[in-house]
């Protein structure tokens, strides 16, 4: 099925709101639905959406998969329960990290992280609940990369001829999917989300994940956490399209003290982009690239160099994985 993109000056937001609920509505019915909220800019608006068209009849739940944001889980639980949607945490890392344990190719870990949202921890939600729909925030731009042959987005399912009803046992509904990144953020701001919400800089479905470059384990996700936070900290002000850290997977000499230290590399990327179809990096003053690489090292231990990426997408991709 072609999908029919909703480019940002044609996009009435309102009438895009009242024209989804309805749809959901009409869909859903009298009976349930379980929402996937990651937090991220998408899914945010995808719960806001479900939430008015709805109400109790969606179940929604914050997976913490052990590769979110440094305090995600309970920074989202308190922003949404100050809006008055009840949203459940449920502990998946073990099923994240044994389904990773080992990988290393971009394409496996992604197929991995797949597995586990929709066949393991959805699966079984959805089984345990009784509803036969998934909401989640796949947006055009996901579709495009995926079917483009880019890279594979781990929410990608039907497009790529998946029939989630045979393979999982429910049906995934996707509100946004004919909307950009820009086109979701003015319907988030339209739904009343606060602003530090809808106009966060976005985040990868396989979060952390897509971030680190070979095996993803606790240790080199606390790493690429705690340099996420810094660099988020101090390019939140930059006006920037998105921003983040890559945890490099080679180790590299450094020295501490006038001794040799052989650890990690991180890679800061900073992006001016529309709609991330194409990105260029921000020109960042070398005194705030300085600070940047002087927190990182010193804060987190085991870090002796950092980098900055200079690549416009094409080449390269905003994330690395």
């Not at 449920?90 to 990988?103: T, Y």
């Not at 497009?159 to 996707?174: K, P």
């Not at 001794?259 to 900073?270: L, N, P, S």
Request: proline share 4%.
């Amino acid at each position: 099925m072609k999908i029919e993109e909703i480019t940002l000056d044609q996009l009435d937001a309102v009438d895009f709101i009242e024209k989804q609920c309805k749809e959901l509505s009409d869909k859903v019915g009298d009976g349930l639905a379980i929402n996937a909220l990651s937090g991220g800019v998408d899914s945010s608006v995808v719960t806001m959406l479900g939430h008015r068209a709805l109400g109790g009849r969606l179940k929604t739940y914050f997976i913490d998969n052990g590769i979110m944001r440094k305090g995600e889980p309970d920074q989202i639980a308190r922003w949404f329960g100050d809006l008055g949607v009840p949203i459940e945490i449920f502990d998946a890392k073990d099923r994240f990290f044994s389904a990773l344990k080992g990988l290393s190719d971009p394409e496996e870990k992604r197929e991995a992280i797949t597995q586990s949202f929709y066949r393991d921890v959805f699966g079984d939600l959805v089984k345990k609940s009784g509803a036969r729909y998934l909401l989640q925030g796949t947006i055009f731009t996901d579709v495009e990369e995926t079917v483009a042959g880019v890279k594979r987005q781990h929410n990608i399912l039907s497009q790529l001829g998946i029939d989630t009803m045979e393979q999982f046992g429910y049906e995934v509904i996707e509100p946004l999917i004919q909307l950009r990144k820009p086109g979701v953020r003015k319907v988030g701001e339209a739904l009343g989300l606060p602003r530090q919400m809808y106009d966060r800089p976005p985040f990868p479905g396989p979060a952390l994940a897509a971030r680190i470059i070979g095996e993803v384990t606790p240790e080199r996700v606390s790493l690429v956490r705690e340099a996420t936070a810094i660099v988020e900290h101090e390019l939140c002000d930059s006006g920037a399209f998105q921003y983040l850290a890559i945890l490099h997977e080679d180790k590299v000499t450094g020295i501490r003290e006038g001794r040799r230290d052989y650890g990690y590399q991180i890679e800061v990327r900073c992006w001016n982009s529309m709609d991330a179809k194409t990105a260029t990096p921000t020109h960042l003053g070398f005194d705030l690239l300085e600070k940047i690489a002087s927190r990182i090292t010193g804060e987190i231990q085991g870090v002796v160099s950092v980098t900055y990426n200079i690549t416009s997408k094409p080449t390269s991709t905003i994330e690395a994985v």
